[in-house]
């Protein structure tokens, strides 16, 4: 902008922040690094979650669902994760405002259930799809991890077994090229996507990769059958049976 009016950019921009602008007399400006609350933007429906803005600091903010991303989404943000100084400043706001919320979408942890329950009591806890299958993924790829580090240790010994017979040890390679240590490190991105995405080659991985490890095979269908219920349910009494008949699956193969 300054370059465009033929003034220098950083005198413009402290000229705005001294001058042009109230931020001097901003009534959030002495805490503005630790929180911010914006009482008017509470609706019915909010959203609660961790997030890193700066340098991998983690942030919680709450934001209105209603506004979608736009003008008046955030109602506040805290500067790391800890309890009490949260639910001390939001329960600065009044109660006639916070009793307004009807639901409120966390994850799964016990510090966002709490700050939930202490600010917002009259609101519903609602767990959102995308925690629980992020959840159901991590499992899904520590068993990967774990195959990968058995084959990495297996590859290691029969190098050193190799070597000790002065002989040139040569990795079996399965028909798409891949060797054991690389089928496993390579299938990482394919076991984040549902079949019908795949490409040929991750298509052929997969078939390998399947063969070789029965319980992956399990493990994905598993979290594609979560997903599953998640994109075609449309009803919460269908949910509650589908999950149910879910659960019994899991369980079963325990």
Same mark, same amino acid.
């Given at each position: 902008?300054?370059?465009?009016?033929?003034?220098?950019?950083?005198?413009?921009?402290?000229?705005?922040?001294?001058?042009?602008?109230?931020?001097?007399?901003?009534?959030?400006?002495?805490?503005?690094?630790?929180?911010?609350?914006?009482?008017?933007?509470?609706?019915?429906?909010?959203?609660?979650?961790?997030?890193?803005?700066?340098?991998?600091? $983690?942030?919680? =903010?709450?934001?209105? @669902?209603? +506004? !979608?991303? %736009?003008?008046?989404?955030?109602?506040?943000?805290?500067?790391?994760?800890?309890?009490?100084?949260?639910?001390?400043? $939001?329960?600065? =706001?009044?109660?006639? @405002?916070? +009793? !307004?919320? %009807?639901?409120?979408?966390?994850?799964?942890?016990?510090?966002?259930?709490?700050?939930?329950?202490?600010?917002?009591?009259?609101?519903?806890?609602?767990?959102?799809?995308?925690?629980?299958? %992020?959840?159901?993924?991590?499992?899904?790829?520590?068993?990967?991890?774990k195959h990968r580090w058995d084959a990495i240790d297996l590859e290691n010994q029969q190098i050193k077994q190799a070597r000790a017979k002065n002989k040139t040890w040569e990795p079996k390679q399965y028909s798409n090229g891949d060797t054991r240590k690389q089928l496993l490190a390579r299938s990482r991105y394919?076991?984040?996507?549902?079949?019908?995405?795949?490409?040929?080659?991750?298509?052929?991985?997969?078939?390998?990769?399947?063969?070789?490890?029965?319980?992956?095979?399990?493990?994905?269908?598993?979290?594609?059958?979560?997903?599953?219920?998640?994109?075609?349910?449309?009803?919460?009494?269908?949910?509650?049976?589908?999950?149910?008949?879910?659960?019994?699956?899991?369980?079963?193969?325990?």
């Amino acid at each position: 902008m300054g370059y465009f009016y033929g003034v220098n950019g950083k005198k413009l921009q402290r000229q705005y922040k001294d001058c042009l602008s109230d931020f001097k007399d901003w009534e959030q400006k002495k805490h503005a690094k630790q929180w911010l609350i914006f009482p008017e933007n509470i609706g019915p429906y909010l959203s609660i979650d961790e997030t890193a803005l700066s340098k991998g600091e $983690l942030y919680t =903010i709450i934001t209105n @669902k209603k +506004a !979608k991303g %736009k003008k008046g989404s955030i109602v506040a943000i805290f500067a790391g994760t800890k309890v009490e100084p949260i639910i001390e400043q $939001l329960l600065k =706001i009044s109660a006639k @405002k916070r +009793a !307004k919320v %009807k639901e409120i979408t966390l994850d799964m942890a016990n510090s966002m259930k709490t700050i939930c329950k202490k600010c917002f009591p009259r609101a519903m806890q609602v767990t959102d799809r995308f925690h629980v299958q %992020k959840l159901a993924l991590e499992a899904l790829q520590d068993i990967r991890i774990k195959h990968r580090w058995d084959a990495i240790d297996l590859e290691n010994q029969q190098i050193k077994q190799a070597r000790a017979k002065n002989k040139t040890w040569e990795p079996k390679q399965y028909s798409n090229g891949d060797t054991r240590k690389q089928l496993l490190a390579r299938s990482r991105y394919l076991l984040y996507k549902a079949p019908s995405n795949w490409t040929d080659n991750q298509c052929h991985r997969s078939k390998i990769l399947f063969s070789q490890y029965p319980d992956i095979k399990i493990a994905f269908d598993l979290v594609q059958g979560l997903r599953n219920i998640f994109n075609t349910t449309t009803s919460i009494e269908t949910a509650y049976t589908k999950l149910g008949s879910f659960s019994k699956v899991v369980c079963e193969l325990k």
